[in-house]
């Protein structure tokens, strides 16, 4: 150990009850960040997987079709044209689905292509008729874009794969029409009416989902909204979900069709998650401010007191980087405690946050609390904590270093 170091933690325990404030708040301040940012972070991370595993990485739908507009290249009379894009505009559904899947297997990060019918219906039980949406699909191919089959609560896709009749309900539909598993109902879209069973009940935790999608084999969707050909869209799920906004771009120009990556169509609520991820870690570093306003006010009075001391370092030799240092040591030292014990609490209620109950539904299901540990967050927690009590410490330990033997000798040090 330095004698720098040595002198430092001789003026900490000089101020013991003042450096264990700053102490506790540089703990506090870290842990509570940490664990702040695991939650938010777990309940984001969590949005994501649910939205990816019902509605896909990326979706396609809409043709494109660009209106042209002719100008004369050398003003009024001239017979020479150019054609310029005026408009552009959307044509909805997708008229050969089987062409645009042949081109999304030259893309290298698409994992899977489901194609999907979807149209407008009337649910009628022997309790209560409602408006529905029902969505046509091929069951193999969505379960490879979706969480579909981990979302089944009662019943089971089995049925579902080898009888046609049967429709998939959301949870919430099925209570509003108090329909389960087996029961029959009727179906009515543009005057035609079908009769089908409950195969299974599926919950993915979103409300605007769970209350209004059917799903029904494709054929049978067909045969009810009357759309013998074609898709209303493709759904997709890639590889890297992060690289979905550039390859909806891509596809957008290859395909010319209309894409939205998961990105801009939760761009709200991810918005929301980043600002609520923000808005609590400015309120939980206020305990790093104090602890570093503490620890400028106790190294600020350790100067005050410790003049004698100062000019005697500095007349057996010490010079004015040792005695800066000597001060600057003294808040590392309760800056490596302090991100320790804040590390250490932070992963400590976190884990006792992940097992605390909490019931939500609506944007997603869970019974709990989602967290989501990452190393990331214990870097800025204590990056955090560094910045600020190191700034506050920089002012005592410059003043320390200004002060010269003689003038404490004559009392006229400043």
Known sequence: MSPNVRIAIRFLTAKKSSMMMSLACIILGVGLFIVTQATTSGFKNYFIKTILGTDGAVRIQDRMQSSMQSIAAGGNGSPFEIQVQNSRRYIAGIDYPGQLRAMLRTFPNVAAVSEVIHGQATIRSSFKTDAIQVYGIHLDDHLRVSDLGSQIVRGSLLDFRINPGLALLGREM??????????????????????????????????????????????EARSLLRKPTGASYLQVSLYDRDRAERDAGWMQQALQHSVASWQHREKTWLQVFTALSVST?????????????????????????????????????????????????????????????????????????????????????????????????YVGAVGTAVAFVMFASLLPSRRAARLEPGDIIRGTAQ
């Open 174 to 219: 099925a209570e509003r029409l108090q329909l389960k598993v087996g029961d029959s109902f009727q179906l009515e879209s543009e005057g035609v009416t079908h009769r089908y069973r409950v195969g299974a009940i599926y919950e993915t935790g979103i409300e605007d989902v769970d209350r209004v999608r059917l799903y029904l084999n494709m054929e």
């Open 281 to 377: 870690a400015i309120t939980v570093s206020v305990f790093t401010v104090i602890a570093a306003l503490a620890m400028f006010n106790t190294l600020a009075m350790v100067v005050m007191e410790k003049t004698k001391d100062i000019a005697i370092l500095r007349s057996m030799g010490y010079t004015r980087q040792d005695i800066s240092r000597i001060f600057l040591w003294q808040a590392v030292i309760v800056l490596a405690i302090g991100c320790a014990g804040g590390c250490l609490l932070g992963w400590s209620v976190t884990l006792a946050v992940s097992r605390m109950p909490l019931q939500i539904r609506g944007i997603f299901s869970t019974d709990h609390f989602i967290v989501n540990y990452s190393i990331w967050h």
